[in-house]
């Protein structure tokens, strides 16, 4: 056995050290390509020369433009162009080369050559410079750029990854909301409900005259920017006046906003749970009354299938309280749900003296012209579960809600039909009623891009669901879109930790 061994290794010793015939093949080539990518990350704040050593053996790079001169709100002689070849990571870069950067246009890809030119910052912007129009070699046209859709928070968190690329931002409002003269001309804060930044329009762009809209879709370039005290700063240009979607020119402010609920005790559920809710002006139920409406998409809910009355379908998927007594001021809290009133099930904090404006024992008790007594009004099962508010008590399959949220994505939620059948939706922080992009009708949750929803804990730990967030009433928008905070309450909690720091707050 061990001369066999030794025989075997005798044989693989001489294959491996020549007794085959030597591989002729000259080794991989160098592209002559970098990516924006790997470029962009050779900046570590001092002005560089871009060398084939540094460049990693290449000495050109590739994208598709997005600049585009037409509106005269761009820098002058930047080209501005864009990929994805690296990690389909999408970046950036800005290159001057002097007049010609005016002759290509969105969807032009060029190949530049760029060594022995500079990578620097100037006036805060990140380009490349030294090169000239005779650089730029065109490849062909009408390329395809991807809608990027934006926030302006990602924006500032990574500003590097967004800089001299092309995005939208949605929803995009003014702060302090435009004066019906107010028109695009100069910086502008603009806030989409997750951030703010400067839109930037010179006084020579060709729509510098346009009137600012309450609301509005903005597709542009980010730009790094010195701020008036030289520091560095970002900003956003659009292009030219098609690079703005209007939205709205009115200013429409829910009544009532939800902001928070407690789905799950601990403990027993029945009678337990609440939701509640903010006036944004001082409510008379009496003489203003509205609906709050819960809907429960547990497997063992019926009707099942598809809700074909929407919020007003009953029996065990939705349940009605009607809220038609009491008063709320401005800006404070009020609760709606079971007779406990506890904070955290049974045996913990009563929170009765809180501002409770309709309150029945929802296991014994039909819900207010429809929903069948039930031991959980919202769904512990991980399927969708939601809440939403109504003017007026006569809900019904058209009804389309003043503020709504939901919990989960699971169950039969929305069909597209025909007929179409789901539960309808407003224009919220998270939900549109058309899409903000498309302008295609969505009414639904789950339809088009109404497909964000709070998270489901884990059953039985007692979390209070606070949706904290900034509700503009000037501009009658949600500056701060509302975020998820899971409080864990104990038997002991007070109603500090539910009203207190991270609620919604309203400016």
Known sequence: MMKNISIYCFLLLIIFSGGCKKDAYPGGQISPYISIFDVRSLYKGNDLTLTKESLLGSDRITGVVVSDHSGSNLPAGLLVLQESRRLSQLRGISVAIGADAATYVPGDSVIIRVEGAQLKRVDGHLQITGVSGKDVTWVSSKN???????????I?????????TMGVIVKGGFDPLPAPTDVLAGDKTLNDGFGDIQLHTEANATFAKTQAPVSGNFYGIVFGANNAQGKPGIQFRMRKNEDMGVLSSTVEIAPILITGFMSDVKGPDGNYEYIQLMTTRDIDFAATPYAVVVTNNANASTPSGYPAKGWATGDMRTFKFNLTSGFAAKGTF???????????GEKSTSISTSNWIRAFNYTSTNG????????GLLANSGNASGMAVFAGTNVTVDSKPVDVIF??????????????????ITNTDLYDVKNPITLADQPFYRAGSNTLSMNYNTADLGYFNLLGGEYNLALGKWKKARSQVNVLLSKESTIKEIEGEGSTKLK
């Open 144 to 154: 395809p750029i991807p809608l990027n859709r934006i926030t302006i928070g990602q």
């Open 156 to 164: 500032l968190a990574n500003p590097d990854a967004y800089e001299s």
């Open 334 to 344: 009020f609760y709606v749900g079971g007779t406990a009133k506890t904070i955290n």
């Open 368 to 375: 207010d012209g429809f929903g069948t007594k039930t031991g």
């Open 407 to 424: 919990i989960g994505t699971g169950g039969s939620l929305f069909t597209a039909g025909p007929p179409a059948m789901g539960y309808r």
